[in-house]
């Protein structure tokens, strides 16, 4: 197994020095396979000999422009999007105020792509460990839920941890702990409850996997049980832990609190319903590899041009280190010039390194100010190292100007434990913000446009007890971070002002 994860390791580094060849040559594939799909005939996808053509011919689409087309393939139609029929798709539950997305997931997809992530995160945590014992002992399975399409039972729908486990190759189940029904039951307080129980017997756990926020949740519930603070009382092996779906910075400190190892692995992965894309291959460097080998092929918008409604996107071998990127996927699934939603921002182009610098709908830029989820990420981070405060949710929305009041931002969020005197770490705050953010800065700059910005510390448990009233409770439910209204903060207030009064 370690020869063979050796040499997965080194096809991965002959992809940096080829990205564009790679890069065509998955273009060329996704066109050949996907030439029968009625998306492709519609823009005579048959006539296309080079990337400006590609460019030409398929406009730069989101969600609501091709779910038409994913109605009409889960309802049984095929040749839609892609060739033949897709039985399996993520259900995608977006943040506080999306709707539900349906990715398509094709048979090449789950295995070329999702399934060959996983085997490359893995391969990276030998080269870094060479003797790893994740295939003697046992790594953690967090998942979510499968479910039939009730129109038509012949779809499978899941959130994309659920999807994988459901195709977890044979060689690799034994290594895993839960049992998969358990690991896919859809109770979500029943699953944590008896995940806490049964893996509590299992001393020989080395590797975590999960959405941190579910995960911590989980570990709590065990050392509860086993009554310590110290996880490594319970999983004395216990070598790494292996996050994605949010931005982890916000709850390292919960981690490293729960799991007193210097030498602990953190790693990022970037495995989204519509493709693994990243994994962090050196952990020396806060960014994750860009995976060019995986059935995807990539496109890049600079966000300065999105938020001027202009959709012209520039392929890998075009992009440049330190510019703000929208993220286009064409891939082996049905997917054509698709913003996934994310931004990316590259710290290095070879290889092609890249960090996650937020979503396309959460930002602020009411006055100018153009507040990006890392900026509000970051901005916590450091306030919490200088405090040694730990952060369970937060959100952020504007204040609207009036006639009489300038406007400003608006914070709720929820503390571990509450600070002492949020007063100051308010006014801290607002002050890390500006050294992060310049166009902030200057609308900041004499309270001339923008007054401080104004935090609400609520109670700890105020953002689940509102995913659990809008039936968002568990899998991969994400909250929202920042917003141009104030719809997602004024509900949450609202529970914490119910809880405020019950204490």
């Keep these: 197994m370690q020869a063979y994860l050796g040499y997965r390791f080194n096809k991965i580094q002959d992809q940096i020095n080829d990205a564009k060849t790679i890069q065509l040559f998955w273009l060329n594939h996704i066109l050949s396979v996907g030439a029968n799909a009625n ?60 709707k539900s997305k349906y990715i398509p997931l094709s048979a090449e997809n789950i295995v070329k792509n999702h399934i060959k992530g996983t085997w490359d995160t893995m391969c990276c945590q030998y080269n870094r460990r060479p003797n790893s014992t994740m295939f003697q002992h046992k790594t953690l399975l967090m998942g979510g839920c499968i479910e039939e399409f009730e129109p038509n ?24 702990t839960p049992s998969f029904e358990l690991a896919l039951e859809k109770n979500w307080d029943y699953k944590i409850d008896e995940m806490a129980r049964q893996l509590i017997k299992e001393p020989d756990m080395v590797m975590l996997g999960g959405v941190p926020t579910w995960t911590l949740v989980l570990l709590k519930k065990i050392m509860n049980l086993a009554q310590t603070d110290n996880l490594l009382d319970i999983w004395p092996k216990l070598t790494a832990y292996s996050h994605g779906g949010v931005n982890f910075a916000p709850y390292r400190k919960q981690f490293e609190a729960i799991i007193p190892k210097p030498d602990f692995d953190y790693v990022n992965i970037y495995n989204s319903s519509e493709g693994f ?54 891939n082996n699934s049905g997917l054509w010039r698709y913003v996934v939603g994310d931004t990316i921002q590259f710290v290095s182009k070879r290889p092609p390194r890249f960090q996650i610098t937020g979503r396309v709908s959460q930002f602020i830029n009411v006055f100018g100010e153009e507040l990006m ?21 937060y959100t952020v929305a504007p204040v609207w100007m009036t006639a009489k009041n300038k406007g400003g931002h608006e914070w709720a969020v929820a503390f571990e434990k509450s600070p002492k005197d949020f007063r100051k770490i308010e006014k801290e705050l607002d002050a890390i913000l500006q050294e992060l953010n310049s166009d902030y800065q200057a609308k900041r700059f004499g309270n001339l446009a923008l007054n401080p910005l104004k935090l609400n510390v609520v109670p700890k448990n105020t953002f689940e007890e509102w995913q659990r009233r809008e039936k968002r409770y568990g ?5 929202m971070r920042l917003s141009n209204d104030r719809i997602f903060l004024e509900s949450l207030l609202a529970i914490a002002n119910e809880k405020c009064s019950t204490y």
């Design 39 to 98: 998306y492709a005939k519609a823009v005579q996808s048959h006539k296309i000999k080079n990337y400006e053509d590609f460019q030409s011919a398929f406009p730069i689409v989101q969600y609501e422009d091709i779910f038409p087309s994913i109605q009409k393939m889960m309802h049984g139609a095929k040749n839609e999007l892609w060739t033949g029929n897709i039985k399996w798709y993520s259900k995608s539950s977006g943040t506080s105020n999306g």
């Design 153 to 176: 039972p012949n779809i499978q729908i899941g959130d994309i941890s659920a999807v994988m486990i459901k195709h977890m190759p044979f060689v690799a189940r034994p290594f895993f």
């Design 277 to 330: 894309f990243g994994v962090q291959d050196d952990l020396s460097i806060d960014a994750m590899l860009l995976l060019l080998n995986s059935g995807v092929f990539y496109e890049f918008i600079p966000m300065a041009d999105w938020t001027k409604g202009k959709r012209e996107a520039i392929p890998l071998w075009e992009t440049e280190v330190g510019v703000n990127y929208v993220l286009v996927v064409t």
């Design 373 to 393: 989820v890392h900026n509000t990420d970051k901005a916590l981070e450091l306030l919490c190292e200088k405090h040694n405060l730990e952060v369970i949710e």
């Design 475 to 479: 899998g991969q439910n994400k909250i």
